[in-house]
């Protein structure tokens, strides 16, 4: 594991097109009706960083898409080389912890160049126009450093973008593992 921070994404920038299978093999096209909000989570299976949230994470997530937001979390890890994060591995996760959004596999990582995702966890919300108000971490809380998970800058960013308030720019980087490029 090689601790890293995320690049901070422009905020206003236009949500990258996400056109990714899922864990199951299903094709998941970005849906173009009108939604509150767009949240996406990159994530995998096995970093420390993303199992120290993962329970509190989707429950999020999952209120997120109750308040009609487009939510998808991404694997973007070369699961080749990290047998932990394979899509097998990957809808055990979707079972255990009641993800009720898509998980996708960014098979070339394009998508993660597209978002300059570095880490996981790493989050980002676009409002109902697909602008980006928020890239970064989901709470204070790190594996061992004994702050509640409690998901509080993700909460807040989510509450804006649905609210239709302007986000505070003054937003932390995430910090996690790095995602695991392809050689």
Not at 104 to 126: G, H, K, M, N, S
Not at 135 to 149: A, I, Q, Y
Not at 155 to 175: C, G, L, T, V
């Amino acid at each position: 594991m090689v601790l890293t921070q995320s690049n901070m994404l422009p905020l206003g920038t236009e949500l990258p097109n996400i056109n990714l299978n899922n864990c199951k093999g299903s094709r998941y096209i970005q849906p173009q009706e009108d939604k509150s909000g767009f949240v996406v989570a990159f994530i995998c299976n096995h970093c420390p960083y993303v199992i120290n949230i993962k329970e509190v994470m989707s429950d999020i997530l999952n209120k997120a898409v109750i308040l009609n937001f487009e939510v998808v979390a991404i694997n973007s890890n070369d699961w080749r080389s990290y047998p932990d994060d394979s899509p097998e591995n990957m809808i055990i996760d979707v079972e255990k912890y009641n993800y009720n959004f898509p998980y996708l596999i960014d098979e070339t990582q394009d998508t993660a160049r597209a978002f300059l995702a570095e880490c996981t966890p790493e989050f980002y919300v676009f409002n109902s126009e697909k602008k980006l108000t928020y890239r970064g971490r989901f709470d204070e809380s790190t594996p061992g450093n004994g702050k509640e998970v409690n998901g509080k800058d993700l909460i807040e960013a989510i509450k804006s973008a649905n609210n239709n308030y302007k986000s505070d720019e003054d937003q932390i980087p995430s910090m996690g593992c790095n995602i695991k490029w392809k050689t």
